[in-house]
T-cell receptor
Framework: DAGVTQSPTHLIKTRGQQVTLRCSPKSGHDTVSWYQQALGQGPQFIFQYYEEEERQRGNFPDRFSGHQFPNYSSELNVNALLLGDSALYLC???????????FGQGTRLTVV | QKEVEQDPGPLSVPEGAIVSLNCTYSNSAFQYFMWYRQYSRKGPELLMYTYSSGNKEDGRFTAQVDKSSKYISLFIRDSQPSDSATYLCASNFGNEKLTFGTGTRLTIIP
């Protein structure tokens, strides 16, 4: 049983560019959440998707947007990248109503 | 004030020692309390979670929540070098967003 998979593993972007990160949830899971983890910090909640709708959003600007597809996979898009967007982006999946959230290995984004 | 506070460490203990990791939280509405372990360059892995106050044990790990003092603890018995990682506490109201602490970096010295 594959766990949560994220792609790509690493990428480097230039300030002002746009980036798309992808996540495939664990089998049987229908809820996907995205987190940003800066170096030396705990993960910060960006948003959560359930049934292709954004259900909850954290304190992130509109430059951060997402999407969930009918197969429950999800994308995180960040526009107009800033140096401060450099971080590990984590995707977590869960089964609707469950407390247990399982994380992927993350995508390391570096903005130069 | 952050909703979940955690001493970032680092914390180094000899192999076989009992490790105590702690967090405090400010939001009295939190109902669930989790501990995640994160190895370098990996995503967080759920160790265990507790609902409301009380203790929960899983092998060498014991999670403890005291809602009266808003205090969350994780104890690791007979610590092993493989326990060396960053430990993150987190809280939420249910199947919603997790609010994490900063994480404590733990090193077990053989």
């Amino acid at each position: 049983d594959a766990g949560v998979t994220q792609s790509p593993t690493h990428l480097i972007k230039t300030r002002g560019q746009q980036v798309t990160l992808r996540c495939s949830p664990k089998s049987g899971h229908d809820t996907v959440s995205w987190y940003q983890q800066a170096l030396g910090q705990g993960p910060q909640f960006i948003f959560q998707y359930y049934e292709e709708e954004e259900r909850q959003r954290g304190n992130f600007p509109d430059r951060f947007s997402g999407h969930q597809f009918p197969n429950y996979s999800s994308e995180l898009n960040v526009n107009a990248l800033l140096l401060g967007d450099s971080a590990l982006y984590l995707c977590a999946s869960s089964r609707g109503g469950s407390i247990e959230a399982f994380f992927g290995q993350g995508t390391r984004l570096t903005v130069v | 004030q952050k909703e979940v506070e955690q001493d970032p460490g680092p914390l180094s203990v000899p192999e076989g020692a009992i490790v105590s990791l702690n967090c405090t939280y400010s939001n009295s509405a939190f109902q669930y309390f989790m501990w995640y372990r994160q190895y370098s360059r990996k995503g967080p892995e759920l160790l265990m979670y507790t609902y409301s106050s009380g203790n929960k044990e899983d092998g060498r790990f014991t999670a403890q929540v005291d809602k009266s003092s808003k205090y969350i603890s994780l104890f690791i018995r007979d610590s092993q070098p493989s326990d060396s990682a960053t430990y993150l506490c987190a809280s939420n109201f249910g199947n919603e967003k997790l609010t994490f602490g900063t994480g404590t970096r733990l090193t077990i010295i053989p």
